[in-house]
């Protein structure tokens, strides 16, 4: 087992990082790198903040009977699971394009990391007793680069959400602390991995050529309306176990968010994206999209919510 002081010390590396140029152009550009140094920061950041943790050593705290009722009833475990399997075998068949050795390596390790996930929650659900359902076969996509495109943007909405989640059982105390201790550096692994995909896709577009890029725009909008009819379809009770990339963070949101109402649950959600991001270079572009999203709608729902109560 590692000792305590090694833990800490991965887990540092692993949320603070800063990108050290290898040129003097660079050097003299921090805003916007040039794009040969911008695909060795976006890698590099996956690549130097590894956590080594190995789930076959992680010592899961042993649960009161209430505690682990309410971890098994959460309607999450199957699509979570089988989400993770698929990460990673979309993110190798895409790995197989890339010819940068050091871009290739990321996406390699990302890969590694999506399975490390997929054994973490395996090995959870074993020790407390979870009862799964029969995984699916995972299939490699025709298309790898949509099969990355679709990971990557899912992985940006529900890693959002997720770290509202996540924190806001910590505050109610849905998972004891010990639990929440040793779940916490899968949860900071996706805000690297969004983080990385984001970045990837501007260098992406930046160096693809020019007749390319409207193509690639209208794959990207292809990618969202993807996404937004699935999760439409979550929200009229489809079952997610038969999704290709159902949005776990849905079912869960119901059972971990007790009286918390939607404007308060944003609020955290956007506060914690923004700390869990806060630790890397500052040059390295941060998912937006959703972010942006929930900042406009966030006033709606905080009118929403004062006239619930003047009304209760």
Same mark, same amino acid.
């Given at each position: 087992?590692?000792?305590?002081?090694?833990?800490?010390?991965?887990?540092?590396?692993?949320?603070?990082?800063?990108?050290?140029?290898?040129?003097?152009?660079?050097?003299?550009?921090?805003?916007?790198?040039?794009?040969?140094?911008?695909?060795?920061?976006?890698?590099?950041?996956?690549?130097?903040?590894?956590?080594?943790?190995?789930?076959?050593?992680?010592?899961?705290?042993?649960?009161?009977e209430a505690a682990r009722t309410r971890l098994i009833n959460l309607p999450i475990w199957d699509i979570a699971v089988q989400?993770?399997?698929?990460?990673?075998?979309?993110?190798?068949?895409?790995?197989?394009?890339?010819?940068?050795?050091?871009?290739?390596?990321?996406?390699?390790?990302?890969?590694?990391?999506?399975?490390?996930?997929?054994?973490?929650?395996?090995?959870?659900?074993?020790?407390?007793?979870?009862?799964?359902?029969?995984?699916?076969?995972?299939?490699?996509?025709?298309?790898?680069?949509?099969?990355?495109?679709?990971?990557?943007?899912?992985?940006?909405?529900?890693?959002?959400? /997720?770290?509202? $989640?996540? @924190?806001? #059982? &910590? +505050?109610?105390?849905?998972?004891? =602390?010990? !639990?929440?201790?040793?779940?916490?550096?899968?949860?900071?692994e996706e805000g690297r991995h969004i983080l990385f995909f984001v970045n990837w896709i501007a260098w992406h577009k930046r160096t693809m050529p020019l007749w390319r890029r409207p193509w690639f725009a209208l794959k990207t909008a292809a990618v969202w309306?993807?996404?937004?009819?699935?999760?439409?379809?979550?929200?009229?009770?489809?079952?997610?176990?038969?999704?290709?990339?159902?949005?776990?963070?849905?079912?869960?949101?119901?059972?971990?968010?007790?009286?918390?109402?939607?404007?308060?649950?944003? /609020?955290?959600? $956007?506060? @914690?994206? #923004? &700390? +869990?991001?806060?630790?890397?270079? =500052?040059? !390295?572009?941060?998912?937006?999209?959703?972010?942006?999203?929930?900042?406009?709608?966030?006033?709606?729902?905080?009118?929403?919510?004062?006239?619930?109560?003047?009304?209760?």
């Amino acid at each position: 087992m590692p000792t305590p002081q090694a833990i800490e010390a991965a887990d540092r590396a692993a949320r603070y990082w800063r990108y050290e140029p290898t040129s003097a152009q660079a050097a003299r550009q921090p805003a916007v790198p040039p794009p040969n140094e911008q695909v060795v920061m976006l890698s590099r950041m996956l690549l130097d903040t590894f956590n080594p943790y190995r789930p076959a050593v992680i010592d899961w705290p042993e649960l009161d009977e209430a505690a682990r009722t309410r971890l098994i009833n959460l309607p999450i475990w199957d699509i979570a699971v089988q989400t993770e399997g698929r990460a990673r075998l979309r993110i190798l068949s895409y790995a197989r394009q890339v010819n940068l050795p050091v871009l290739r390596e990321a996406f390699e390790l990302m890969a590694f990391e999506e399975g490390r996930h997929k054994e973490v929650l395996s090995r959870l659900v074993e020790a407390y007793g979870i009862q799964l359902k029969p995984e699916p076969d995972y299939i490699e996509p025709k298309n790898p680069e949509w099969g990355f495109m679709v990971t990557g943007y899912s992985e940006c909405i529900d890693s959002f959400f /997720a770290f509202g $989640l996540f @924190e806001l #059982a &910590r +505050r109610s105390g849905f998972f004891p =602390p010990e !639990l929440v201790e040793t779940f916490e550096p899968v949860i900071q692994e996706e805000g690297r991995h969004i983080l990385f995909f984001v970045n990837w896709i501007a260098w992406h577009k930046r160096t693809m050529p020019l007749w390319r890029r409207p193509w690639f725009a209208l794959k990207t909008a292809a990618v969202w309306a993807y996404l937004i009819r699935e999760r439409i379809g979550l929200a009229r009770d489809v079952s997610a176990g038969e999704k290709e990339n159902a949005n776990f963070t849905v079912d869960g949101a119901s059972a971990v968010g007790g009286d918390v109402d939607p404007a308060e649950l944003m /609020a955290i959600c $956007l506060t @914690e994206d #923004a &700390r +869990r991001l806060a630790g890397y270079d =500052p040059r !390295l572009r941060k998912p937006r999209t959703v972010p942006t999203l929930v900042r406009l709608v966030l006033p709606v729902l905080r009118w929403q919510a004062r006239r619930g109560r003047k009304g209760g």
